[in-house]
Each structure stands twice: as C-alpha cells, then as structure tokens.
C-alpha cells in the first residue's frame, strides 16, 4: 500500500507502552478526534507518562478573518464552522480541566509548532490520530520525519474511521473499490464492533513545565478578530462532545425510528425538527467516534425485530462515510477532474454571474434560494436539499463546474469533510459513481411534493412570506396584482429565473450525452483540445437555439 499512503497509521495494540521508561512525557496532538471518549491517541499517550501535553495548533490560514472573500470566515472556511470548531475546543478543554489537564492552544504553521514543542518539552512519545486527508497526509510525513530523527515514538492509530482505508485498498488488488455494494462486501466487520472502548477517565497526567512557547486558552471568535454581528442569524447547532454525546442519546432513544430510517425518505424541507440526526458535523470533527456510533446501532438492531440495512439504514450513512473516505484515499486528484482517472471529462461553462447568483440565493427559483440561504446561515441543510442545488448547478440546469459548487459547500457547511465533499459532488454531477443523468431534480416539484405551503421557503426568504401558496414555487407566473398584494414584485423585490428549467434541463441533458459519448470514444483519455473543441461546438448549439427563440417570438408592430 505504498503508492497510497505517505503516511502510514499506527497498530492499535497498545501493550507495548508499558514496556516504555515510565515517567516520560507525552504530547497528543489534537487535530480532528476533539473527544475524551474513544480517543486512542488519548489513553496511549496517558499511559505511564508522568506529564502529558495536550495540544491544538491554530492555523492562521484556518482560523482568522480574511475580507475578501464572499462571506464571513477565514480564507479556508465560513465564520459557522470555525464557531462550531471554537466551541468543540472549548468543551473539549473542559472536558480535559475536569480530569486534572487542560489544553494548550498555540498560534502557527501546525508542523513548525509541533516540532518546537518536541523540542522544548523533550517527550519521549508523539500521539496523533491518523488522518487520510491529503493536507495532513503532508503534514504528518513533516512532523514524523522530525519526530523519527530525534527518537521520539510516535503512535498514530485510525480512530477517524470505523476501517483502514489502506486495507481495505489491499484487499481489492490495490484499488479502491469503485461501488457501495463492492465496499461494503470487501470491508466486512470493522474490527472494533465488539471491542470494548475506553469512554471515560478518572484522571489524566498533569501538564509539565511549558516553558515560553505562547501557550493560551482557546480563544474566542472576536479574540480571533471577528465581530459580533458578523452574521445576522447563526447556525443553531453547537460544537463539542458534550452536545454530540447528547444528540447521540437523543436520536437514539426512539428505537423504533432507529430501526425504520429510511434516507431517501426524509423530507427535506423539515427545519425546526431536521428529519437526520444533524451528528454528521460531530463525526466530522471527531467530537463523537464512529465506532462508538456503530456499536450503538447494532445494539438496538439487536433489540428490534427488524430494522432497515445499509445503504439506506443509519448504518449505511456511517458506511457511505466509509466508502467516500476510502475511495478518495486511494485515488490521486480525487478533488478535481483533471487527472483524476474515476472523474468523467466535461466541458462545464464558465459563468462567475450564475456562479454568484447561485451561490448567494438569486436563481430565481425559491426552492433553490431557500436551501442556499440555509446554507449560508446554518452551514447546513438536507441531505435531499443539498442534492437539489448540486443538480441545478452542474448537469439540471446551469452547466457549471462542479468543483467550483464543491468549494462553495467546503467554505459554508459546518460538516465539510474533505472526501464526503468532493465525492458527492462527482456523483450529483454525474462526473463519477453515478451515470443516470436523465434524472434531475426539478427546481420546483421536488420541494413541493414535501412542503406544499411553502413554509421552508418563506422562512428563509421572507420577501416571499405573503405569496399564496400556489404561486411560492414559481412567483414569476402569479399575476402582477398577486405580487402587488404580497408586496413583491417579481423583477424588483425578487430575481426572475435565470434560466427557463425545462429548456435549460433538456440542454443539460444533451450535452451530457454528447460528452459521455466523447469520453467512451477516448476510453476516459479526453485531452484538454478534445474538450476545448465540444465545449465550442455547445457555445455554437447554445448561440443557435437563442437566434431560433428569438425568431420565434412574436413581433409587436
């Protein structure tokens, strides 16, 4: 598995610690895995030291405001899911205050912090959990380079994860396997369904001498240089273990609900009481284990007669979250198209004004607004919702890249995780995974057959708040004297369609035909020319079907 892996995760088998000096000192590095319970990094590096080090590195790059970007946040993320993060520290340094510890928050490149702190504290053991994520892929090799040089042991276990995603590849001939089912019969039973997870502690090693490293406590978000009204509403979801473990508790207590989940069948529309468990952030700062999480599921499943099975039971999420991780492990490039051998070749449009206004709410399509500005407030929405902007995006109706939908729910959602991301967005494109690109979503029916009054909708656009109800899916059909009463007026208070759907999706449709045709020509191997060309000739088709509209159009004398 060395092609895949450049940095290599620890063995779980924690019995050789205690052959280690005791009385030496440990750091855990806390990047993801924000969590006392279920932390094996945690109880290795607890064991036998006589100090322990808690630490979380703050990147500026991550972590402080940057105003050119369009909405609050950083350069890398929105202001929602540094809060969500800011409060998983918090609780997390609580957590650690109660046990006789606390966390050390220091300010800079992670790598560079790191090695100064193995420098000054001479510990004798570096902790981490192991992260398949490219960005701390790189990171690690930096920080286990040093670590390794200067005889420091450094225990890296896969907790992020139910499996290791390096042998699950193995298994399969050293690829990735490219579709649920085959995932699901290659994986098999994590090996921690049945063991016996360390959820608690009476007390941790104390803190030794930090010397002047410029240690702090977990800062706040103005401390960090944000504003107090940064956003007019914020995300309704807090961060931390505490909360997971809560949510955990709450989602699970209604057994029977557990047994019958059912994914396709949420509604989306469903915002005061969300139709998902909303835990997806927590798994994705590591505030609550996964395995855990599995264990969890499959002693209710044990109580209950019947129960739904993966992929579309609650389990099956988790094993979706699996797959995503895995495949984007063991494929190179898996957050682009280019050079990216499971990723179709397509000629997206170009268009920074569609972009924009697709991102910031102003389709014209209120189903389609509604969920984006959920988005931009929340840093969440519904799994269905989320499937229903994608689609409109790239192959329903605007033709847009799918990478740049990708980096907009990277910056806002709260849940943004790196392989999850970007392997949906291949697959609602049509890009990867997923070839049926007939079946789109449509902008106005799809939220209609769940929210028929329109309560979504005139929740998170007020403007539209007085339109009756038969016109709040497609405002601009209601008579200027209904847009007078409801006090908007279509073209003024609220965008007119961009598009015209049913046009726009049979285009879309067209297209993708003509480029899956293209790349089954090429067998996958489409060149940049092979692209330049058919996008082109689709500029041509597109300039032609607007002269024939045009010419269409009655003329008024």
Avoid at 225 to 239: K, L, N, V
Wanted: glycine share 6%.
């Amino acid at each position: 598995m060395r092609g895949f892996s450049i940095c290599s995760p620890s063995s779980y088998r924690l019995n050789p610690i205690t052959s280690m000096a005791s009385g030496s000192g440990s750091l855990i590095w806390f990047r993801k895995g924000l969590r006392v319970h279920d932390n094996p990094a945690l109880e290795y590096a607890s064991k036998t030291s006589q100090f322990l080090y808690p630490v979380f590195v703050i990147d500026p790059h991550y972590m402080e405001p940057d105003p050119s970007t369009f909405s609050p946040g950083s350069s890398l993320a929105g202001v929602n899911r540094i809060r969500f993060l800011l409060e998983s520290l918090k609780d997390l340094d609580s957590s650690l205050k109660k046990l006789g510890s606390r966390l050390l928050i220091l300010k800079g490149e992670p790598s560079e912090v790191l090695v100064r702190c193995l420098q000054e504290w001479k510990v004798k053991r570096l902790c981490f959990e192991y992260d398949t994520n490219p960005y701390y892929q790189a990171l690690d090799v930096k920080v286990k380079d040093y670590a390794s040089s200067s005889g420091i042991e450094v225990f890296s276990p896969v907790s992020h994860t139910l499996f290791n995603s390096s042998d699950i590849i193995e298994k399969n001939g050293g690829k990735p396997p490219l579709s649920y089912q085959s995932f699901l019969k290659i994986a098999g039973v994590p090996s921690s369904a049945k063991s016996e997870l360390v959820m608690s502690y009476s007390s941790l090693p104390p803190i030794g001498d930090v010397g002047n490293l410029g240690i702090s406590e977990v800062p706040t978000l103005e401390e960090l240089g944000y504003r107090d009204d940064e956003q007019a509403e914020w995300t309704p979801f807090r961060g931390g273990e505490s909360e997971a473990l809560n949510r955990l508790t709450k989602s699970l207590s209604d057994k029977a609900w557990v047994a019958n989940f059912e994914k396709p069948k949420g509604d989306p529309s469903a915002f005061l009481k969300p139709a998902t468990t909303v835990l997806s952030p927590y798994l994705k700062f590591g505030c609550l284990s996964s395995r855990y999480f599995y264990q969890c599921l499959q002693n209710i499943y044990k109580d209950v007669k019947k129960h739904t099975s993966p992929p579309v039971s609650l389990l099956g999420q988790l094993m979706w979250r699996e797959f995503f991780y895995t495949t984007a492990f063991g494929t190179p490039n898996f957050d682009k198209m280019k050079g990216n051998r499971i990723c179709k070749q397509i000629p997206w449009n170009e268009d920074h004004a569609m972009l924009a206004a697709w991102r910031d709410g102003k389709t014209g399509y209120p189903w389609i607004d509604a969920i984006m500005v959920q988005l931009r407030k929340w840093g969440w929405m519904h799994h269905l919702a989320r499937h229903c902007v994608a689609c409109f995006l790239t192959r329903g109706d605007l033709f847009i890249h799918w990478e740049q939908g990708r980096d907009v729910f990277e910056r806002l959602l709260i849940d943004s995780d790196w392989a999850i991301n970007n392997g949906n967005w291949m697959w609602l494109s049509c890009s990867s995974f997923f070839y049926q690109y007939n079946r789109i979503y449509s902008p106005i029916s799809f939220g209609k057959k769940y929210d028929p009054d329109g309560k979504y909708i005139r929740h998170f656009l007020p403007v539209l708040k007085d339109m009756p109800k038969q016109y709040i899916y497609e405002p601009w059909t209601a008579p200027l004297s209904v847009q007078t009463k409801a006090n908007c007026i279509v073209g003024k208070d609220y965008p007119k369609p961009m598009v015209l759907h049913d046009s726009a999706s049979k285009e879309c449709k067209r297209k993708m035909g003509e480029t899956y045709a293209l790349n089954k020509k090429m067998t996958g191997k489409v060149g940049d020319e092979d692209l330049r060309d058919l996008r082109r000739k689709f500029q041509k088709d597109d300039e032609h079907e607007e002269s024939k509209i045009r010419n269409q159009r009655p003329r008024i004398n």
